[in-house]
């Protein structure tokens, strides 16, 4: 569990969860101050929205460093508020949205849930409420690398070789494996092609992208779009002429059913961000991989660089 030097001034609690099963453990992981576990989730911190105070907790997979850059700037920016700010690093999507649902994860700081995560968002209908759309170009690809000779998913059956038979995946639980499953590989036939879907950890995916491309060779691997590994590693998007990955979507800020009744300010505040493509690409960078050891830092220093990309809250 790492600590941020600029986060000494609030509590920071870190649940590394397996799955679904093991979410009460996890989300009554240990509390980083060492003091009092007021225990995270809607109104644990009592005061509620008007004038600030209370306690927030931010629930995201730290590797998918959309969630990761949102809540840190959300945090910079709601402790300046005087609100206290609590992070649950939780393992899989689907605890994370169960968290989500039972209130001890109060926000979701960027979900996919028009597509990626629209099955997660019918399990808990009801109990969950959209706060508002961030950003509005999101997409899931199939990536190789640029010096690869082939250009369209369609194309992958008769290449098998070319990549071992491999798909380097994600998190099992990610909805980009359940799309890549359910909906590419029977769409293109890959499965009765030879392709096997690796899935691990979005991390376990960047090395085996990192190793291939410093030693030019081929690889494909499941990737989407906002993320910095598309303009760190030399990738290219293949084409999807059957359009089984979905089409583009948002990215929301999703929080627990009744939160916006207990802090409407804050609420109304986090509906009204909005990034276009520059800003939120200077946001992952500066805080997932300029910053990747102190996120927080990130955070501060992206809005020092760009005090004008979020309202503050009053």
């Known amino acids: 569990m790492r600590t941020h030097r600029t986060m000494s001034h609030r509590r920071r609690r870190t649940a590394v969860v397996a ?23 809607s109104g644990d911190g009592g005061d509620g929205g008007d004038g600030g105070g209370g306690t927030i907790t931010l629930g995201y997979i730290p590797s998918w460093t959309d969630g990761l850059s949102t809540a840190y700037l959300l ?15 939780i393992t899989e999507a689907g605890v994370l949205y169960e968290g989500l649902a039972q209130g001890d994860v109060d926000i979701y700081p960027s979900a996919w849930p ?15 409420d959209d706060l508002g759309t961030y950003y509005d170009n999101a997409k899931l690809t199939f990536a190789v690398p640029e010096y690869t000779d082939i250009d369209s998913i369609a194309e992958l059956p008769d290449n098998v070789d070319m ?18 499953e359910e909906d590419v590989i029977p769409t293109y036939g890959l499965d009765e092609a030879g392709y096997t879907l690796q899935t691990s950890s979005t991390t376990a995916m960047l090395t085996e992208l990192e190793q291939a491309t410093n030693n030019e060779e081929d690889i494909l691997v499941t990737l989407w779009r906002p993320f910095w590994a598309n303009s760190e590693y030399p990738v290219k998007d293949l084409e999807d002429p059957e359009g089984a990955l979905g089409e583009s979507e948002g990215l929301h800020f999703l929080a627990t059913a009744g939160f916006a009744d207990e802090f409407p300010e ?28 102190d996120p927080a830092a990130g955070a501060e220093t992206f809005l020092e660089e760009h005090p004008d990309a979020v309202e503050p809250l009053e």
């Open 266 to 293: 804050v609420a109304e505040w986090v509906g009204g961000i909005h990034l276009d493509d520059e800003t939120y690409g200077a946001l992952e960078q500066t805080v997932a991989v300029d910053n990747e050891d």
């Open 75 to 89: 945090d910079q920016m709601l402790t300046e508020a005087g609100y206290t700010v609590e992070h649950e690093e």
């Open 114 to 128: 028009e597509v990626t995560h629209a099955s997660y968002m019918e399990d808990h209908e009801g109990e969950i």
């Open 19 to 41: 799955g679904a099963a093991a979410l009460g453990l996890a989300l009554a992981a240990c509390n980083d101050s060492g003091g009092d576990d007021t225990g995270g989730g």
């Open 163 to 180: 990549f071992d038979g491999t798909i380097y995946g994600i998190e099992p639980g990610a909805g980009l494996t359940q799309v890549t």
